[in-house]
């Protein structure tokens, strides 16, 4: 199985920017699609962004498109958040998650992805 690391968490102030990255080990990272989610205090988890195996796919929530990049380097095994533009309402604990390729189709629910990271803080501040 892969495991999944996040880091790149903290606290900004509304407009700032802040990376998150996902480090990868175990199986070859380049036979998963990642993606990244969030969970707010009281909220359910919800899905960010994904991109697919090569990385040449990515999709968004419609919230963050136009703010937030997804992207990976497979040689590096990781995965990253770009996230500028910081609201409020993007406060949260984000997670990668990660499954193995199946179709060219990128999936956004929780329960397609087997596995998942700790978690990191995200706080945006007015």
């Known amino acids: 199985q892969i495991q999944l690391v996040e880091s790149g968490g903290g606290s900004v102030q509304a407009g700032g920017s802040l990376r998150l990255s996902c480090a990868a080990t175990?199986?070859?990272?380049?036979?998963?699609?990642m993606a990244w989610f969030r969970q707010a205090p009281g909220k359910e988890r919800e899905y960010v962004a994904a991109?697919?195996?090569?990385?040449?796919?990515?999709v968004y929530t419609a919230s963050v498109k136009g703010r937030f990049t997804i992207s990976r380097d497979n040689a590096k095994t990781t995965v990253y958040l770009q996230m500028n533009s910081l609201k409020p309402e993007d406060t949260a604990v984000y997670y990668c998650?990660?499954?193995?390729?199946?179709?060219?189709?990128?999936?956004?629910?929780?329960?397609?992805?087997?596995?998942w990271g700790q978690g990191t803080q995200v706080t945006v501040s007015s």
């Open positions: 998650a990660a499954k193995v390729t199946t179709t060219a189709v990128l999936f956004t629910t929780t329960r397609a992805y087997n596995y």
């Open positions: 175990g199986r070859t990272f380049s036979n998963y699609d």
């Open positions: 991109v697919s195996w090569s990385g040449y796919t990515t």
